[in-house]
């Protein structure tokens, strides 16, 4: 599924869970763009991280400064 059909989505669900309470689209829209680019940017640091390092060595690396 793609950014735009999560964010379609979530909003939809928002819009749903509040009660269905018209005119409040464009808050559902950029509540559930934060939460789905979030999610999104989450993804991109975990499964791709720097190559030659590992999480231990960054978080050991970050303790020492």
């Known amino acids: 599924m793609n950014l ?3 964010i379609v989505k979530l909003a939809y669900e928002l819009y749903e869970k509040s009660g269905r309470i018209e005119g409040h ?5 950029l509540k559930a763009e934060r939460i789905v ?10 499964e791709a991280p720097k190559k030659g390092t590992s999480r ?5 690396a970050s303790k020492k400064q």
């Open 37 to 46: 680019m979030s999610n999104y940017a989450g993804k991109e640091t975990d």
């Open 56 to 60: 231990k060595s960054t978080k050991k």
């Open 4 to 6: 735009y059909d999560q």
């Open 25 to 29: 689209d464009l808050d559902n829209w």
